[in-house]
């Protein structure tokens, strides 16, 4: 057991409590993101909730469970597709002969469906997608910093692995 | 070097020019659409529920009433975001981009000195 400030690590409780509240977080922030258009929300909030569930597994599992079970690279990858689906979904318009974003196939399905606005869907989605990707691959880079200074902290020298 | 900060004064020049003849023109032949003259201020901070609010006024007006039949869009509010003002979205979105790109470097060089520092100690 990893004892840091007094306070015992990895409790089982907290494990046990990131556990039960992950899925809960992930569908909460899914469904923020895909409803976006029809409630109240939309793609950068619910990017950011589904984001935080990063911090339940740090809570639970420590830097080292966080990072494996999210790979950050493909995290710093798909950030970068998310940008360059909302800019072809706003170029979209100017091609079809109309501004910048705007709403080019909007009279797709019913008023008040899941995908009924259009372009607006789904620019929603791309931005949601790129949040998602984008702060929680912050989060990861700034959890590894705290586990750098922490081995430095607790680890004499020569002990690293 | 002279030449570059000459091309920099004429570029702000014309930028400057062109936001003056931007801000006439609008002043000479945009309607203005709603300038707050209406509102009594004290009135609708010491009873915000006495407001009027079946008749909006200014851009919202023209939001609330055209706005379901222009996007189909339930959420005026992604309306807003996503298709009137899709560049400011644009912008923000990459402004997180170049922040994460920014503290990527900033933190992965960190970390791997005090992972070194660690190491030579």
Known sequence: MKFKNGIQ???VIVKCAADKFLPFALVFGI????FGTVS?????QGGVIVASACLLLYLGYG???AADAINAEVLRVNEAIGACIYVILGVAGILCGCNFAANVFYDIGAVGDLISAGTITFMSYAVGYKVLTGVGFLLLLMLGLLAAADDDDETPAGENE | MKAKRAAGLVALVVILVIGLYTASYTYANVPLTYDGSDVDVTRLYEEPGSYDVSDPDGIADI???TDLEKTMSV????????DYRGYDTLGESF????????????LSKSAEKKSKGGDEK
């Open chain 2, 75 to 82: 959420n005026d509010v992604a309306s807003i975001v996503f």
């Open chain 1, 9 to 11: 690590e990895q409790d």
């Open chain 1, 63 to 65: 830097v080292r469970g």
């Open chain 2, 95 to 106: 402004i997180l981009l170049t922040a994460i790109a920014g503290s990527f470097v900033i």
């Open chain 1, 31 to 34: 469904y923020v993101i895909l």
């Open chain 1, 40 to 44: 109240p929300g939309g793609g950068f």
């Open chain 2, 63 to 65: 939001i609330v009433k």
